[in-house]
């Protein structure tokens, strides 16, 4: 039986030739794009014919009847009647061309300032979507990939508009930070790089994809270890840096003073920030604040002497110092003390007598590691110096050019490098160098005190990689481990952690302190304690201004001249780096707290704190976690982690 030919039509499926089918597919944006292209095109096409049928009927021939015609007799005829009829209407349709032109003209470029009833619905454009959608960002996830652990999300605000959101907005502001001034993560990890605007061409043309691309991003980041270290820090002024030194996972950065990121959000909280020169919120302690690094730089003249093979050297203390020459100074310990008429008082650390490596770094002598660096020269100590990222200069003035290191960050692009970018430590070892500042340098006093704490933590963690290698700090969980050196063979790294562990573990280290805490957790340790004077600027209390007096000076004419000058204060910081645990360390940790005093009274038991924080989360190894937990939970990302009663 023969099918009627309607009832064929019908059964074709038409639905192909629908324009969403024709032009969008899986991209929404598509149709309406051609859709207004097609509409422009056509209108375009009218508006031509309708302009040139209508001049076109001015120039038309006459017929043979016409010619010779007055003209009030060729108006009346029905040709002549007709035309003129045609050429109003060619008009009327080209003015309503023009309006409906106009109309398109108004809603795509004036509407949007001027239309409210328009404005109330924009938010319906496809178009103005993935312009929102443009402007979001990927949540940012720390090392677990949990949700409860996300660090930067969006959520539902009170005026129903999505907003963005920090678990942490103090603890992560420096790294994260602000849309003014200096990037952090936020900025880098999800820049944009072209306009999120695109005409009707571009999106019928170039656009491939149903829908914009964000990333989340999984940090290395631990969100309860972050928020930790931030807690050791209230109340004062510092640093902590977190890293593994096995493969350079950047696990906790804390800088106090903090903000908060929506106090930056505006420009007058921003400005106010700034302008705070008494806590200085927006600068990062831990990689652009430069201190005198104390007795924790002998872990670097250590280094130095097994690069150099001089770890053997055994060396005296004196009960009256050591001078590095019979005209300069004595170089004295902590215990001694340095009296103006050149006397010196005390007993040396661990006694006034000769000393080898080992138990000269357990007890802290100052004496032995000037006479250490001494012995290994300045060129070896700028050999050591580069492998650990530190740039050794030529003068002390030198050493005062800013200069920013991104190329210790392991990290997918070059803008997170240089958003996290640590100022870059500097050591003189130039020519000009005495030998007694050699000595200091070695002991981590005079030219040493460009130092951060950055820097410090990757100092400790040379010698806590097993094989001895510096890796690239990292904070993209996603990006493979990179080396930056080989800085020791894998048995000097071990012996050197060995040495470290005397100064945690055996009776008269300066560390000893660390131990007591974490008795009974099985954990060993390894460690220096630091303290270091700095003269520091004195502000205001009330104004927050710098204070300053008057002096007088002689000019390069030796005259006398009265200039104003700041008031110095002499600061004691308080240092401690700490490696745990010592058979194959897990975490390097960086403390230091401004005018905290001796090392071992503040730093040292917050690296202890931070060490059994870490063991709570399981951070050290299986073996070392608590035994009363919770059975394992899967999170998003596959990880695990137990949770505490």
């Given at each position: 039986m023969k099918m009627p030919l309607a009832a064929l039509i019908l059964a074709i499926d038409w639905s192909w030739l629908r324009p969403e089918s024709l032009f969008g597919g899986q991209i929404l944006e598509r149709t309406p794009a051609a859709l207004s292209i097609a509409y422009i095109i056509g209108l375009g096409i009218v508006i031509g014919l309708l302009i040139l049928t209508f001049f076109d009927n001015f120039k038309r021939p006459l017929f043979p009847f016409e010619i010779g015609l007055p003209r009030e007799a060729a108006r009346r005829i029905t040709t002549a009647i007709a035309n003129r009829s045609i050429r109003i209407w060619q008009t009327v349709f080209l003015l309503l061309a023009l309006t409906v032109f106009g109309f398109q003209v108004y809603w795509v470029y004036f509407a949007e300032d001027y239309n409210e009833q328009f404005q109330a619905v924009s938010y319906k454009d496809l178009r103005t979507r993935r312009t929102s959608a443009a402007s979001l960002r990927g949540w940012i996830f720390d090392r677990t990939g949990s949700l409860e652990n996300a660090i930067a999300y969006y959520k539902v605000g009170e005026d129903r508009n999505i907003i963005r959101a920090y678990s942490l907005d103090r603890e992560m502001a420096h790294l994260l930070g602000t849309e003014r001034g200096t990037p952090g993560l936020e900025r880098t990890l999800f820049s944009k790089?072209?306009?999120?605007?695109?005409?009707?061409?571009?999106?019928?043309?170039?656009?491939?994809?149903?829908?914009?691309?964000?990333?989340?991003?999984?940090?290395?980041?631990?969100?309860?270890?972050?928020?930790?270290?931030?807690?050791?820090?209230?109340?004062?002024?510092g640093a902590i840096v977190v890293i593994n030194p096995q493969n350079g996972d950047l696990l906790a950065m804390y800088s106090n003073p903090s903000f908060r990121l929506s106090e930056a959000q505006d420009l007058a909280g921003y400005l106010?920030?700034?302008?705070?020169?008494?806590?200085?919120?927006?600068?990062?302690?831990?990689?652009?604040?430069?201190?005198?690094?104390?007795?924790?730089?002998?872990?670097?003249t250590m280094i130095?002497?097994?690069?150099?093979?001089?770890?053997?050297?055994?060396?005296?203390?004196?009960?009256?110092?050591?001078?590095?020459?019979?005209?300069?100074?004595?170089?004295?310990?902590?215990?001694?003390?340095?009296?103006?008429?050149?006397?010196?008082?005390?007993?040396?650390?661990?006694?006034?007598?000769?000393?080898?490596?080992?138990?000269?770094?357990?007890?802290?002598?100052?004496?032995?590691?000037a006479q250490l660096a001494i012995l290994i020269g300045r060129e070896r100590m700028a050999e050591t110096a580069a492998q650990l990222g530190i740039l050794p200069v030529e003068t002390p003035n030198d050493a005062l050019i800013p200069r920013f290191f991104p190329l210790i960050w392991n990290t997918s692009n070059q803008k997170i490098a240089s958003a996290l970018a640590p100022q870059q430590s500097t050591l003189v070892t130039g020519k000009t160098l005495s030998a007694f500042d050699l000595g200091l340098e070695g002991m981590g006093q005079g030219f040493a005190g460009q130092m951060t704490p950055f820097q410090l933590v990757?100092?400790?963690?040379?010698?806590?990689?097993?094989?001895?290698?510096?890796?690239?700090?990292?904070?993209?969980?996603?990006?493979?481990?990179?080396?930056?050196?080989?800085?020791?063979?894998?048995?000097?790294?071990?012996?050197?952690?060995?040495?470290?562990?005397?100064?945690?573990?055996?009776?008269?280290?300066?560390?000893t302190v660390i131990s007591a805490k974490l008795a009974g957790t099985g954990i060993r340790t390894g460690g220096k304690?630091?303290?270091?004077?700095?003269?520091?600027?004195?502000?205001?209390?009330?104004?927050?201004?710098?204070?300053?007096?008057?002096?007088?000076?002689?000019?390069?004419?030796?005259?006398?001249?009265?200039?104003?000058?700041?008031?110095?204060?002499?600061?004691?910081?308080?240092?401690?780096?700490?490696?745990a645990p010592l058979e194959r360390p897990q975490v390097a940790i960086a403390v230091v707290v401004e005018g905290g005093g001796f090392g071992a009274r503040t730093a040292a038991p917050i690296a202890a704190n931070i060490i059994l924080k870490a063991r709570e989360l399981g951070l050290l190894g299986d073996q070392y976690k608590p035994k009363s937990t919770l059975p394992k939970t899967q999170t998003k990302s596959g990880n695990k982690r137990s949770k505490n009663n």
């Amino acid at each position: 039986m023969k099918m009627p030919l309607a009832a064929l039509i019908l059964a074709i499926d038409w639905s192909w030739l629908r324009p969403e089918s024709l032009f969008g597919g899986q991209i929404l944006e598509r149709t309406p794009a051609a859709l207004s292209i097609a509409y422009i095109i056509g209108l375009g096409i009218v508006i031509g014919l309708l302009i040139l049928t209508f001049f076109d009927n001015f120039k038309r021939p006459l017929f043979p009847f016409e010619i010779g015609l007055p003209r009030e007799a060729a108006r009346r005829i029905t040709t002549a009647i007709a035309n003129r009829s045609i050429r109003i209407w060619q008009t009327v349709f080209l003015l309503l061309a023009l309006t409906v032109f106009g109309f398109q003209v108004y809603w795509v470029y004036f509407a949007e300032d001027y239309n409210e009833q328009f404005q109330a619905v924009s938010y319906k454009d496809l178009r103005t979507r993935r312009t929102s959608a443009a402007s979001l960002r990927g949540w940012i996830f720390d090392r677990t990939g949990s949700l409860e652990n996300a660090i930067a999300y969006y959520k539902v605000g009170e005026d129903r508009n999505i907003i963005r959101a920090y678990s942490l907005d103090r603890e992560m502001a420096h790294l994260l930070g602000t849309e003014r001034g200096t990037p952090g993560l936020e900025r880098t990890l999800f820049s944009k790089e072209s306009d999120p605007m695109p005409e009707a061409w571009e999106i019928l043309t170039k656009i491939k994809q149903p829908g914009l691309s964000v990333t989340d991003v999984k940090l290395t980041i631990d969100k309860e270890l972050q928020e930790f270290v931030a807690k050791q820090l209230e109340g004062r002024k510092g640093a902590i840096v977190v890293i593994n030194p096995q493969n350079g996972d950047l696990l906790a950065m804390y800088s106090n003073p903090s903000f908060r990121l929506s106090e930056a959000q505006d420009l007058a909280g921003y400005l106010d920030l700034e302008s705070d020169n008494v806590n200085k919120p927006l600068l990062n302690r831990a990689t652009r604040e430069f201190y005198v690094p104390g007795s924790t730089f002998k872990t670097f003249t250590m280094i130095s002497a097994f690069r150099a093979g001089k770890q053997s050297a055994v060396f005296p203390s004196y009960p009256e110092g050591f001078r590095p020459s019979r005209s300069s100074r004595p170089i004295v310990d902590a215990t001694q003390k340095l009296l103006p008429d050149g006397t010196v008082t005390g007993v040396c650390d661990g006694g006034c007598g000769e000393k080898n490596i080992q138990f000269a770094y357990q007890v802290s002598s100052n004496q032995y590691f000037a006479q250490l660096a001494i012995l290994i020269g300045r060129e070896r100590m700028a050999e050591t110096a580069a492998q650990l990222g530190i740039l050794p200069v030529e003068t002390p003035n030198d050493a005062l050019i800013p200069r920013f290191f991104p190329l210790i960050w392991n990290t997918s692009n070059q803008k997170i490098a240089s958003a996290l970018a640590p100022q870059q430590s500097t050591l003189v070892t130039g020519k000009t160098l005495s030998a007694f500042d050699l000595g200091l340098e070695g002991m981590g006093q005079g030219f040493a005190g460009q130092m951060t704490p950055f820097q410090l933590v990757l100092i400790a963690s040379a010698p806590a990689n097993l094989e001895g290698k510096l890796m690239k700090p990292r904070i993209e969980a996603n990006q493979p481990p990179q080396v930056f050196s080989q800085v020791l063979t894998p048995q000097q790294a071990l012996q050197i952690r060995q040495i470290m562990s005397t100064v945690t573990e055996e009776p008269g280290g300066t560390g000893t302190v660390i131990s007591a805490k974490l008795a009974g957790t099985g954990i060993r340790t390894g460690g220096k304690t630091g303290t270091a004077e700095k003269l520091a600027p004195v502000f205001d209390e009330k104004t927050g201004r710098l204070k300053t007096q008057r002096v007088k000076v002689r000019d390069a004419n030796g005259q006398l001249k009265e200039i104003e000058q700041p008031v110095m204060y002499e600061r004691v910081d308080s240092w401690f780096i700490s490696i745990a645990p010592l058979e194959r360390p897990q975490v390097a940790i960086a403390v230091v707290v401004e005018g905290g005093g001796f090392g071992a009274r503040t730093a040292a038991p917050i690296a202890a704190n931070i060490i059994l924080k870490a063991r709570e989360l399981g951070l050290l190894g299986d073996q070392y976690k608590p035994k009363s937990t919770l059975p394992k939970t899967q999170t998003k990302s596959g990880n695990k982690r137990s949770k505490n009663n």
